[in-house]
Nanobody, 123 residues
């Protein structure tokens, strides 16, 4: 059951930028670790980034570190993923997911999911 809402996906040229947002009208996101995970067609789901309850610590995959930034505004009940220097291999459906702890495994199950937003990087 989808309980988080992602937005901000779209088509962008290589080298471009996008900012994804994740919010909820049902849950207080500051009670959870928030993750961004992605899944490309025919590929395994992949952890992208995660952020602690108050945003004091962030974690990134090797492929996203240095290009992506995860942040949160608990006052707006929203988590963001700023993506710079996008590459064609970043093309995927991006999901936000909430849990009581950090989960980096590709097979992790999360307590709360969003419906996903498509990011396509192409010229």
């Amino acid at each position: 059951q989808v309980q988080l809402v992602e937005s901000g996906g779209g088509l962008v040229a290589p080298g471009g930028s996008l900012t994804l947002s994740c919010s909820s009208s049902e849950f207080v996101l500051s009670n959870y670790w928030i993750h961004w995970v992605r899944q490309a067609p025919g590929k395994q789901r992949e952890f992208v980034a995660g952020i602690t309850f108050r945003g004091t610590s962030t974690h990134y995959s090797p492929s996203s570190k240095g290009r992506f930034t995860i942040s949160r505004d608990n006052g707006k009940n929203t988590v963001y993923l700023q993506m710079n220097g996008l590459k064609p291999e970043d093309t995927a459906v991006y999901y936000c997911a909430a849990d009581s702890r950090l989960k980096r495994s590709a097979t992790a199950e999360f307590q709360i999911w969003g419906q996903g937003t498509q990011v396509t990087v192409s010229s």
